[in-house]
């Protein structure tokens, strides 16, 4: 694994914890970037030391979640099996979903095979295979729509 390619998977990680946050505590996004800035990426906290992360990417990924969220809930509500909601998913999933969507949207210039590998594995570090699975599946689904 590249530096870029660990940073950006912290990045990625950290941006899911800061969308959770967001989504639960409505801390506003300026304010949540700052906090993560300064306390989260890179830092110790604790004796545990949090990766380095892509500070650009990371924001990007925040702020564009952020801006695009009713076109990427549509999305996923869209992928989602018959009978299901986005409000039966589990919180921390949807912000994984959420950012992997978003990538696949506007971040044409990494592949979709990375986006997905990449989500599967924030998966892991919250969830079971059985989880994983189904992010695999539904931004496997999300990318056939949104890049042919």
């Known amino acids: 694994m590249t530096a870029k390619s660990s940073s950006r ?6 941006a899911v914890q800061a969308l959770f946050q967001h ?3 409505k801390t506003p996004i300026p304010k949540l970037l700052k906090e993560f800035h300064d306390h989260r990426l890179g830092a110790e906290i604790e004796d545990d030391q949090y990766q380095e992360a ?6 990007d990924l925040v702020t564009g979640v952020d801006q695009k969220r009713d076109e990427i809930d549509a ?3 869209e992928k989602l099996a018959s ?3 986005m409000g039966r998913l ?13 990538e696949l949207l506007m971040r044409e210039d990494v592949s979709t095979a990375v986006v997905i590998d990449e989500y599967v594995d924030v998966a892991h570090a919250f969830f079971d295979q059985k989880e994983s699975g189904f992010v695999n599946g539904l931004l496997d689904a999300i990318a056939k729509k949104v890049r042919g």
Do not use: C, H, N
């Not at 998977?9 to 950290?14: G, I």
């Open 9 to 14: 998977s912290a990045a990625r990680l950290a």
């Open 23 to 25: 989504d639960m505590e």
């Open 54 to 59: 892509e500070v650009a990417f990371f924001d």
């Open 75 to 77: 999305l996923i509500t």
């Open 83 to 85: 009978g299901w909601s």
């Open 90 to 102: 589990d919180k921390t999933m949807l912000q994984i979903l959420r950012s992997g969507s978003f």
